[in-house]
């Protein structure tokens, strides 16, 4: 499906003063868990410390999204086939180490997919961030305007005018948006406003090593994510796929969207999000006939009950 890139008001809203629409593709097949787009999202951004402790279930220190975590690497454990040891001939195991077994048989190309595969174990670790949704309920959810839509297409909070009321935490399918402990207020990612305007990349896509995190013009990012796929898929990913880079989703696609060793769930991502307004519509339509027929029905009572 192709992406849907216009929105309710980029571009239109900003004539010649709008911009390519800009985003990230997160090809999570390479993502290496250092957390370096952590870190450098709160050393640009100022952002406090959010350490949460670890969950007992993987090395993951952060936990979830959050006011003060705009960036998080997930960490999820797999027990995988061991694929290595299966090529290898007998006679070179004898005890030794998979790396030292697979260096004599020369089977280390034909062992490991993805950085994130070994011996009978895979680490799945994925960057999470702001989605950028193209239908962006929390747009609509503000009743004070402080959240908006760049002339970039990205959706960006401003803190100076943010009231704390919240409405937009609930609006938001991935549960993103958080009130700040002590502030009250919401933050969020930016996709790096202030660098974007200076013609900058965003400090986390600078600073991953892999270049899981890519950053450029969405339409760009959706030709290279789909080279990308088809490459995984014929190197046996069967279950690789992208997410969020549909056009005709919940949400109309995303700004932000991923290249996913397995199920969406896996991530902790929903699997079909939908924009929470969607059917606002017929929902009031339904309470309003609703109401008819009451009224109806009770005039009906009064007017029949005096014959």
């Known amino acids: 499906m192709s992406p849907q890139l216009e929105t309710v008001a980029w571009p239109a809203s900003y004539g010649e003063h709008a911009q390519p629409r800009m985003g990230f593709f997160t090809d999570t097949s390479v993502c290496i868990g250092c957390k370096a787009c952590e870190v450098a999202c709160k050393e640009w951004n100022q952002i406090p410390m959010s350490m949460q402790g ?23 454990e797999q027990k995988a086939p061991a694929r290595v040891v299966e090529k290898l001939p007998t006679d070179v195991t004898d005890g030794a180490s998979l790396v ?28 999470d961030v702001c989605k950028h949704c193209t239908h962006a309920a929390c747009l609509d ?8 839509r760049t002339e970039y297409g990205t959706v960006v909070v401003q803190e100076d005018v943010c009231n704390g009321c919240g409405y937009c ?18 933050w969020k990612c930016t996709l790096c406003y202030d660098r974007l305007k200076d013609d900058k990349e965003p400090a986390c896509a600078q600073a991953c090593p892999t270049n899981s995190i890519q950053f ?7 030709e290279r994510a789909e080279h990308r796929l088809a490459r995984l898929q014929q190197a046996g990913q069967d279950k690789a796929q992208l997410y969020l880079a549909d056009g005709d989703d919940g949400i109309g696609g995303a700004g932000a969207f991923f290249l996913l060793l397995d199920e969406p769930e896996v991530y902790g991502l929903p699997p079909d999000p939908v924009d929470t307004r969607r059917d606002l519509g017929e929902i009031w339509a339904a309470a309003g006939a609703a109401a008819v027929a009451l009224g109806i029905g009770l005039a009906a009572a009064v007017f029949g009950g005096q014959r």
């Not at 450029?216 to 959706?222: A, F, P, T």
């Open 216 to 222: 450029g013009e969405l339409s760009e990012l959706h």
């Open 54 to 76: 670890f969950t007992g279930k993987s090395y993951d220190n952060t936990i979830d999204l959050g006011a003060d975590t705009w960036r998080h690497v997930a960490f999820i």
């Open 100 to 127: 030292d077994c697979a260096a004599r048989a020369q089977a280390v190309e034909g062992g490991v997919q993805t950085y994130q595969e070994s011996d009978g174990f895979r680490w799945l670790m994925a960057s």
């Open 169 to 186: 935490v609930p609006a938001c399918p991935f549960g993103v948006l958080d009130q700040r402990e002590g502030d009250g207020r919401v």
């Open 141 to 148: 959810a503000c009743p004070t305007g402080a959240l908006f």
